[in-house]
């Protein structure tokens, strides 16, 4: 998405091997491959870089520090003295709530509106390795090193008066070895799916919905980080190796026809191990895979590794088109961000974030309003209701980003969009029905050769 009002961006943080003062964020056009920006003093924890309309959060790695930048700015907008140093962190969809997990195995929970710590907690027994919130932020899920995966549901965690006394809606223990990365799927905790990586060489997906095990692909190496398309369609798991496979989640249909040719692979706990083929393997890396992310249309994969290098990939033909500059330490985190032309020129006035509280204060708790409205699930919804959140959170979604670029920056194009608008409505029609007897044709001719085959 490098057109129009639109480019895309990526933000790349790297680890800090030499102990030196100038480490940095560097921000890349995702299509040239230029440098846009760089953000000073960073060294960040395994994926510990989020990133919103105003704001860069870096959690450090192996300080108990928090740097917040700012767009504009390279040097640190403001620093936050954290209680522990973190080995995961995360921050909700609508930056709301940020939480933090450490190596002993303990979850925090801020609101970042007031700095409350919210809630603290002996989560897991060993070191947390990955955290992510569920697409409308009233669920987080967090993975261990004891092979443990936990769904906390925040209404039960932020209300002084559950009685649930901070547990988890579930806890799951079907990975043998660490878990190394989280993926939440599009959709409520009444239809998203979850995946887990772990170093058993395994890939667990789950069904929040009903809190089960789907399926478990299994693989030669032990997994590292995983993404996911934007439609579900696939997934990506990055090894210790440096290989990244592909892994189709629809095959082809037992039973063949124009309107069901593909299904959905596994479910049901069914264990499928994934095909040793080079189609499907993207080579190119040295050592283990850190970070895996995908551009906004799903057609190019970034990569990054222990090997400095991050890759950015043609999905298609699993060709590099693009090396970024080599960095000057092992890639911890990489993200990507849509933002409109003149983004980091557009001054925007900035508040400082309260500093987050060390000690859990259930006066400062009950004196400040939480503002939110945490969604209530009912277990029993039918999956009318389910569709009908879903849609909502899209409609939300899409609203959202039609508002990325001021309006005085659209006013600019609006009398050209018409005019294509008008140009493209006249070609349509034919387009169309010349592309249904395309596809109505390959389609047959799918079929036939599928069962010669």
């Not at 990526?10 to 920006?37: A, P, R, S």
Request: glycine share 6%; with cysteine.
């Amino acid at each position: 998405m490098n057109q129009g009002n639109f480019q895309e961006i990526i933000v790349i943080g790297y680890k800090n091997e030499k102990l030196v003062d100038d480490t940095y964020i560097y921000v890349y056009d995702l299509y040239t491959g230029c440098q846009i920006m760089k953000f000073k003093q960073n060294d960040c924890c395994l994926k510990g870089i989020f990133i919103t309309e105003k704001y860069i959060f870096s959690s450090q790695r192996e300080k108990p520090i928090l740097h917040i930048y700012s767009w504009q700015k390279e040097s640190i907008f403001q620093k936050i003295i954290l209680p522990e140093t973190l080995t995961a962190f995360a921050v909700s969809h609508d930056v709301y709530w940020a939480v933090g997990g450490t190596l002993q195995g303990k979850i925090y929970l801020w609101q970042i509106s007031s700095g409350n710590l919210m809630f603290v907690h002996d989560a897991h027994y060993q070191k947390i390795t990955a955290i992510t919130f569920v697409m409308h932020d009233s669920f987080f899920l967090t993975g261990s090193e004891d092979n443990h995966l936990c769904l906390w549901r925040l209404l039960d965690i932020v209300d002084l008066y559950s009685k649930k006394e901070g547990c988890p809606v579930k806890t799951w223990n079907d990975h043998s070895l660490a878990i190394t990365d989280i993926v939440c799927g599009f959709g409520t905790a009444n239809s998203a799916r979850v995946f887990t990586s772990s170093l058993d060489s395994t890939v667990n997906v789950w069904d929040l919905s009903t809190q089960s095990l789907l399926t478990t692909f299994v693989f030669p190496k032990p997994v590292t980080c995983l993404a996911i398309d934007p439609a579900e369609r696939a997934f990506y798991a990055g090894n210790d190796q440096g290989d990244v496979y592909l892994v189709d989640l629809y095959g082809f249909a037992e039973e063949k026809s124009l309107e069901s040719f593909y299904e959905a692979i596994g479910g049901s706990k069914k264990v499928i191990q994934s095909v040793n083929d080079e189609s499907t393997i993207f080579k190119g890396h040295k050592n283990a895979i850190s970070c895996l992310t995908l551009s906004f249309d799903g057609s190019l994969l970034i990569s990054g590794s222990q090997d400095k290098d991050v890759f950015l990939w043609d999905i298609a033909t699993r060709q590099i088109i693009h090396t970024f500059s080599k960095q000057d330490g092992p890639i911890t985190s990489i993200c990507c961000k849509v933002i409109y032309r003149g983004f980091f020129e557009n001054k925007i006035s900035l508040q400082n974030i309260p500093t987050f509280k060390k000690i859990q204060n259930f006066q400062d708790m009950n004196d400040y309003s939480i503002l939110k409205n945490l969604h209530v699930f009912n277990e029993l919804k039918n999956k009318t209701a389910w569709y009908e959140d879903d849609l909502t959170l899209m409609r939300k979604d899409l609203s959202e980003f039609s508002s990325i670029a001021s309006e005085s920056v659209l006013q600019l194009y609006i009398k050209n969009l018409q005019n294509e608008l008008q140009t493209l409505y006249g070609y349509y029609s034919d387009l169309r029905e010349v592309h249904q007897e395309l596809w109505k044709e390959y389609m047959k001719s799918q079929i036939v050769d599928h069962d010669e085959n």
